[in-house]
């Protein structure tokens, strides 16, 4: 079992950056990666970034270069580093978990970006 809450969700104009966090809490050890998704409104979820237990990193192409995934794990926390925020970002984001086949989720946090 792993326990997740994000933080840092928020109103910013288009162009901004927000910093989002996740701490993670119970089986820790065993996660395999960890993510960042996102829901927009009407919209399925989509994943945003992940990073792996090795520290490789991924992105979804409309995010690239201007968000970065990183964890520290003496915090057992993973933060997602959003700049140069577009309309089109807001949406509820959150964190996820894998361990082997099984997905945990956080309550999520909402991220609007104004035009």
Known sequence: Q???GES???????GGSLRLSC???GSILSINSMGWYRQAPGKQREV????????GTTYADAVKGRFTI???IAKN???LQMNSLRPEDTAVYYCNAR????DYWG???LVTVSS
């Open 2 to 4: 792993v326990q997740l």
């Open 77 to 79: 926390t993973l933060y």
């Open 8 to 14: 840092g969700g928020g109103l910013v104009q288009t």
């Open 23 to 25: 701490v993670a809490s």
């Open 48 to 55: 945003v970034a992940g990073i792996t237990r090795g520290g």
């Open 107 to 109: 309550k999520g946090t």
């Open 70 to 72: 990183s964890r520290d």
């Open 99 to 102: 361990i082997t086949l099984r």
